[in-house]
Nanobody
């Protein structure tokens, strides 16, 4: 079931802002990547943002300059800060963390339950 707890979604007008949160039950060692994936009905998951443990980030062209990933290690939480939201950003947003239980071992993935973001006037 749900391993990461998401919150922060809601209804916002175009041009508005939201910050999504993704909280793990505890500290996850050997994190490979943190990422956010939006999904709309009858479509595959899309990718919009990712961050490696070293801090490097990557963003889809559609959200470049508007979305940003940040982390608070003291709270075991990953954030997606979104500004200048557009109707096409509307989706259920899922967070994902890829990690290794042991150094050099297989990568495992854990997911959030999803949080709805609706951008509409």
């Amino acid at each position: 079931q749900v391993q990461l707890v998401e919150s922060g979604g809601g209804l916002v007008q175009p041009g508005g802002s939201l910050t999504l949160s993704c909280t793990a039950p505890g500290t996850i060692p050997f994190i490979n990547t943190m990422a956010w994936y939006p999904q709309v009905p009858e479509k595959q998951l899309e990718w919009v943002a990712s961050r490696v443990s070293g801090g490097a980030t990557n963003y889809a062209d559609s959200v470049q300059g508007r979305f940003a990933i940040s982390v608070d290690n003291t709270k075991n939480t990953v954030y997606l800060q979104m500004i200048n939201l557009k109707p096409e950003d509307t989706a259920v947003y899922y967070c994902n963390i890829g990690y290794r239980p042991r150094p050099g071992g297989p990568i495992r993935s854990i997911w959030g339950q999803g949080t709805q973001v609706t951008v509409s006037s």
